[in-house]
């Protein structure tokens, strides 16, 4: 990865190199000779070499002189930085032949609809965006840019759009609220298990009160014990953190995304998330602890003193199961109900991405992608060159068509263009309202045999000719989908539209993204001789798995048969290029962490309700003594213990999954072919909720069950 910058950009960002230095302001001249300064990750993929200042490299053929080398950790103006910055007029010497013939001002003027440059500029101290904006209109108009200039913040990442602030903060929104969610599930268990050990106790606290002891002296007493089990259970959440710290970084590895871009998402120990966390963990163990603290200190003496030792103290009937701990379980289960319906969708997702397909089936299909920057050749030679390699492998064993494109469905780049008929254009001089006319589409070049290498079935007129590919003529090919939008009975064939180009033929729609939730408008347009990046399709004849591996061993060395200069970055399967990319690393993670959080949530909730169950079963032991001697069965008495805890998860369900499905509509976007208000993924949530209160009610109501009557009435 390059990025073309003028000599003050180091100076601008007030970094300087640690080998040699930046660039010159003699070094902005067109006639000057390319030079390049690289990045330190760079830097030791070479060697680390402390002498390689003045040594010459070839970017894209062309000679350039290493002039110094960036600190560690600089990535320039976002966190995913480039492998070289190159100089100004870099741009136009590694230029391909026919591109070097252009002139200097033809080659730098500013593009309205695709902006070749970007200009970066520091604000004054106290001055905003809307403030600096003000002067750029007479600029604008001085420089001749109709559509005017416009400031923006620098995205952070630089992979999620121009401005990905708002996707980062959601994504970070999205990981404390679930974080958030654990800690109030936690922090209720907590408080449920100190009321419960408080009222094993009681005798001992009564006793302590009954000599003296202060009610503040108690609560305090209480307090430090529940802070020191919150240090070693925060001593036990720093290990799981550097484990997880650890598989994350591996995952990364394993992913192979770029250099830059696993660095930026690469995990690491940092002094102030380590401070907040145990700031927020401190105040939620002080709430956790303080209710517990402050009911158990109120006890009356006299009445705990009188009570039997060992024996906790009792429940006064039904109404128990609507006190403070009942409450507590089942706002345990609500918020247990939001993480494992989170978990369910993004599982769906995942599940449902890993099988989506553009439109057509990825089996028997092989992809390749070549780099053809680096051969130094001009428009004719490269097209020479994609036409050899195309006949040398269409020409292989088991291979039933082979096709080019400048892009892919479910990639990570697209283009767009927006498309009407040349007669519906607005006849106007406004940039603006032309730009705006028309449907707006994704656009992709293609070669010949594309469409019968992806398996896309013509539906009218023809496919392109190797004679309108090789020319870059003035005709293309649309979906279905654009042909309704441009007319509702799709009879566009033969119209022409915009830069006066004529529909020869239809074909069926494609998905272009993952998470589309419909199939949007496309448009093919010849490949011709533009050739830089550009994906070689083959389709085989039998899609057996074995066959598909033989033929993807051979590809690679066709290619360097027929042109050892064309850089070959990938060879793969269609299937493992989707299953691969960083599109569904994305999902799987978001899978991941949801089902941990979930995973999280059902074992807190499950020992809440086990410990409040235990509890309330326990203090209701003579009642359920004098019951059985009365005449009823076990049987009888599991089921009334598991009845009346059936009510706190029934509530806490209802309250949860009115929650998760206002708050699920939130991460609409973020899954793929699943409807936040998806019936699998509810059922799921309701049974896992069930089943997770049965096994954790079952074990106090069996104790309950096996109370011996003779043994409590002899207490009694």
Known sequence: EGFFVPANYFATLGVAPILGRGFLSEEDQLDTAAVAVLAYSAWKRYGADPNIIGTDILVDSCPCRIVGVMPKGFTGLSLVGPDIWLSLPSRYQTRQADDRTKQWPERFTLDVKYPRMALIGRLKPGLSVSAAEAPLAPLAAQLGIERGLYLYRLPRLGILGPDDRGRLAGISTLLLGASAFVLLIASLNLANMYVVQGALRQRELAVRMAMGCSRWRIMRQLLVESMILAMLGGIGGLVLAFWGMR???????????????????????????????????????????????????????????????????????????????????????????????????????????????????????????????????????????????????????????????????????????????????????????????????????????????????????????????????????????LARRLRPDGDVLGRMISRSRQIVGIVPGVRHGIFEGEMEPHIYRPLGGKISFVFLHVRLADPARGIEARVLQGIAKEIRAVDPRVSVLAVSTLGDHHRNGTTMWIVRMLAGLAIMFGAVALLLAGLGIYGVKAYIAASRTPEIGIRMALGATSGRVLAMVLREGAALTLTGLILGMSAALALTRLVRSALCDVDPIDPASIAATVVLLGVTSLLAGYIPARRAARVDPMEVLRYE
């Open 247 to 481: 598989i994350l970084n591996a995952s990364l590895t394993v992913l192979r995304l770029p250099v830059a871009m696993g660095l930026a998402l690469r995990a690491g120990f940092d002094a102030r998330v380590l401070g907040a966390t145990v700031a927020f963990s401190m105040i939620a163990t002080l709430l956790s602890g303080l209710w517990p603290a402050i009911r158990l200190s109120r006890r009356d003496i006299v009445g705990a003193l009188k009570e039997v030792r060992g024996q906790v103290f009792r429940a006064s009937g039904r109404g128990h199961w609507m006190g403070p701990a009942g409450l507590s379980v089942a706002g345990q289960v609500a918020l247990s109900v939001v993480l494992v319906m989170g978990a369910s969708l993004f599982t769906r997702s995942a599940s449902k991405a890993a099988r989506a397909t553009p439109g057509y089936s990825f089996d028997g299909k092989l992809l390749v992608s070549l780099d053809f920057d680096g051969t130094g050749y001009n428009e004719t030679q490269r097209q020479q060159s994609c036409q050899r390699l195309v006949e040398r492998i269409a020409a292989g064993p088991g291979v039933q068509a082979v096709g080019l494109s400048n892009l892919i469905p479910f990639g990570d780049f697209h283009g767009t263009e927006n498309v009407a008929f040349l007669e519906d254009e607005p006849k106007t001089d406004d940039i603006e309202t032309i730009m705006n006319s028309g449907v707006k589409s994704y656009a992709q070049a293609v070669g010949a045999d594309y469409f019968q290498a992806m398996g896309l079935p013509l539906l009218k007129g023809r496919y392109f000719t190797a004679q309108e590919c090789s020319t870059d003529a003035s005709v293309v090919i649309v979906d279905e989908t």
